[in-house]
């Protein structure tokens, strides 16, 4: 039996972090689309989100299209919701296996709105749609706020023991449950030191995102040091062109002369 198409990971919580989850209605219409139609559509949408896992899209089985689904025999345990069971896509044309899943009985009296109804996974269909504007990599969570502020503290990156950004006009960008992010203007920056890397990721809170990488001093590369939003969604015009790196990637980064983790 083929395994579930894999969803996007989280990133990586704490320990420490307690493990906070709900159930929240959606007041926006949410679609799925699949080879070339509509396979699921309603404002009745609910939302399974944690700090601990991505937020997950459960649809009323009359929203969505029954015709493509097929029992695919798949199961196999969630982390908060007890055992899953699972339908191939197939639109007669195309197939994708264990493609959509439901719980079979939620064990906790808080997932029982979720009962029957009728998840995806994310990367298994081909456009999520909130309203009219495209969704990508996952479920856009209720409760995530980003915040992003003009600051004057003094910032400073070193990478192969070297200065290689020095900015007190940084722009920070806090994020719910992730670290605080420290954008630099490419003046503060030692673009000698970086190199235009070929990788991109997408964030549905911000956009796409271009990588750099940074150049050792014997000439070597290491890959994917810092990011920049080239073209940030709306909602996030401050951080556009601004450069930010990976902590664990140089070799410290300094907050008004405190490390920063």
């Not at 395994?3 to 320990?15: D, F, M, Y």
């Not at 911000?206 to 590369?221: M, R, T, V």
Request: with cysteine.
């Amino acid at each position: 039996m083929n395994a579930p198409v894999t969803n996007t990971k989280l990133q990586p919580r704490e320990v420490t972090t307690p493990q906070l989850i709900n159930v929240l209605s959606s007041p926006k219409r949410i679609r799925v689309r699949f080879n070339g139609g509509t396979i699921a559509d309603s404002r009745d949408a609910l939302v399974l989100r944690s700090n601990h896992f991505l937020p997950i899209y459960f649809f009323p089985p009359a929203s969505v299209l029954p015709s493509v689904l097929k029992p695919s025999g798949h199961r196999d345990p969630h982390e908060v919701g007890g055992e899953r069971q699972y339908w191939d896509l197939d639109t007669g044309g195309r197939r994708v296996a264990n493609a959509a899943w439901t719980f079979v009985s939620p064990p906790d009296e808080e997932l029982g709105p979720l009962a029957g109804r009728i998840a995806f996974v994310w990367n298994a269909v081909d456009q999520w749609l909130e309203e009219e504007e495209e969704v990508f990599v996952h479920a856009r969570d209720p409760y995530a706020r980003i915040d992003v502020l003009h600051s004057s503290s003094h910032v400073r990156v070193w990478f192969d023991g070297e200065l290689i950004a020095d900015s007190r006009r940084p722009v920070l960008l806090f994020e719910t449950h992730l670290p605080t992010r420290y954008y630099i203007h490419p003046d503060d920056v030692r673009l000698d030191r970086l190199v235009a890397s070929d990788s991109t990721t997408r964030c549905p809170y911000k956009g796409i995102a271009s990588y750099w990488s940074g150049k050792l001093k014997d000439g070597s590369i290491t890959q994917d040091i810092a990011w920049s939003y080239r073209d940030p969604i709306d909602e996030i015009p401050k951080i556009k062109g601004l450069i930010a790196f990976y902590p664990q990637a140089v070799d410290r980064i300094e907050l008004d002369g405190e490390i920063v983790s």
